[in-house]
């Protein structure tokens, strides 16, 4: 994704992340992204995992959840949540933005507190990836507090690949667009 963070710094974000830690901060949040029983989802940039393991009850022992996170620390951290949470619906994925899954294989994915991060070919690069593993009708959910609404809805739309669905409280959801005219052919429905 970006520059990996120090351990020591890997260590303080995530314990300044504790307080969000709790249904109160992150229960809005998935309630917006759509996240419901049965759902695959990508959480890109998972840091230390609340997000990931609260979808991962959401899903259920049906769905699945992908924990990425380019820090070999937030990995390390997934994987012992998963296992004292025994989370058998969640598989970490360590990259800075390739994912490995197959193509149009998740509902939803999550990109929070990730973006501001990232330059602007990564930025791209991670936009791409996120856009071929999203099923057709799949959503992007999107939100950084770093970043202004304009931040944020020009540089998702900009490159033709997502349209903005909704604005949240919380998060932004994205939709892809259609898959025909992002190959150049076809007239997108109305």
Known sequence: MGKIFSNFGFRIMTWMHRRRDRPEFYG???????????????????????????????????????????????????????EM????????????????????????????????????????RVLAEICRVLKTDGILSFSDHHLREDMIVGPLTAGGKFKLVRRGAKTYSFAKTNPLLQNGGGKEES
């Open 28 to 82: 809005p949040v998935l309630a917006e992204a759509g996240i419901s029983r049965g759902m695959t989802v990508l959480d890109f940039g998972c840091g230390p995992g609340i997000f990931s393991v609260a979808a991962a009850q959401i899903v259920g022992p049906i769905g699945n959840v992908y924990a990425l996170d380019i820090h070999p620390s937030s990995v390390l951290g997934m994987r012992a949540r998963i």
């Open 85 to 124: 949470g025994a989370l058998d619906n969640v598989t970490t994925i360590l990259s800075d933005c390739d994912t490995g899954l197959a193509d149009e294989s998740i509902n939803v994915a999550l990109l929070y507190d990730v973006f501001h991060m990232l330059k602007l070919k990564k930025k791209e």
